[in-house]
């Protein structure tokens, strides 16, 4: 199974790097047929025939994702699909094993939480330049698959704390969608696996959070340490060095602490529903 994954995932970077077959192997002092064999999982490609192609295609940096399949080091999940972009596998990885998620998003709905007309709304604001709706598109169905971690039977508990300038000001223009937004995280609220709060003004709480979103993954084994996640313009990294993983797990604390308790986010959400037009 880890040939079949590795081989759709060469074959999707060669396409995304608008080469062909020829042109690759041209390239990688291959023979055509060679591409056409590792592609098609006829053949297990060698690791330096792997590293040389992931430089071809740009991915050089993430090489070991993709050996570590070929090694059968790890079980394929679903974000190793030709897909995903593999610079995320890593992190989707470790939050799809997560036991418990805690997250701070000062401007945005966390993921986990965003409606499809949300994440559609967000993706395409945040658009970089040259980037196609189909991109966003394609972003706004990989965090519809992220969210389906929160409907498995043992999936993980998640806590969020989220700014209300995220709830006064979504990325979207018509009042259905907002309402529907807030609708969604209000039935979140309901949910004994998730907990939100909402974050009092800084006047109010005295605590000024002075950093990129970030996330804490908790694992159920003993002896696996905590992962910290800062969420940077051009992709999730992932970071397990345990003073800076303990430097935001103190952060988060003062975030909850000062924020608004768990049992006044519905009224907050209400209050915010009923302010809207319409």
Not at 142 to 150: E, P, S
């Amino acid at each position: 199974m880890q040939l079949s994954v590795v081989a759709a995932r060469l074959s999707a970077l060669r396409v995304g790097a608008g080469l062909s077959m020829k042109s690759a192997a041209d390239a990688a002092g291959l023979n055509t047929s060679t591409i056409f064999r590792i592609e098609h999982g006829l053949v297990a490609p060698r690791e330096a025939t792997v590293r040389t192609l992931l430089e071809l295609y740009g991915e050089g940096e993430h090489v070991s994702r993709v050996l570590s399949l070929l090694r059968e080091e790890r079980a394929p999940g679903w974000y190793d699909a030709p897909g995903v972009p593999l610079r995320l596998s890593a992190f989707l990885e470790l939050e799809d094993r997560a036991q418990i998620i805690y997250t701070y998003c000062p401007h945005q709905i966390p993921a986990l939480l965003q409606t499809p007309a949300y994440a559609l709304s967000a993706a395409l604001a945040g658009l970089l330049p040259g980037a196609t709706y189909e991109q966003a598109a394609a972003w706004a169905g990989l965090i519809a698959a992220r969210q389906r971690l929160l409907d498995r039977q043992h999936g993980p508990r998640l806590w969020a704390v989220i700014d209300r300038t995220a709830l006064l000001d979504p990325p979207l223009s018509r009042p259905e969608d907002r309402r529907a937004q807030l609708d969604a995280l209000t039935a979140a609220t309901k949910q004994q696996h998730i907990a939100l709060q909402v974050a009092r003004p800084v006047a109010e709480s005295g605590y000024l959070y002075q950093g990129p979103p970030f996330t804490l993954l908790r694992f159920a084994e003993p002896d696996r340490p905590d992962a910290l996640v800062l969420h940077l313009l051009h992709a999730p990294v992932v970071i397990e060095d345990r003073r800076r993983v303990e430097e935001h797990q103190q952060a988060f604390a003062r975030l909850s602490l000062s924020a608004l308790p768990v049992d006044a986010t519905a009224d907050v959400l209400d209050e915010i529903r009923n302010a809207l037009p319409g």
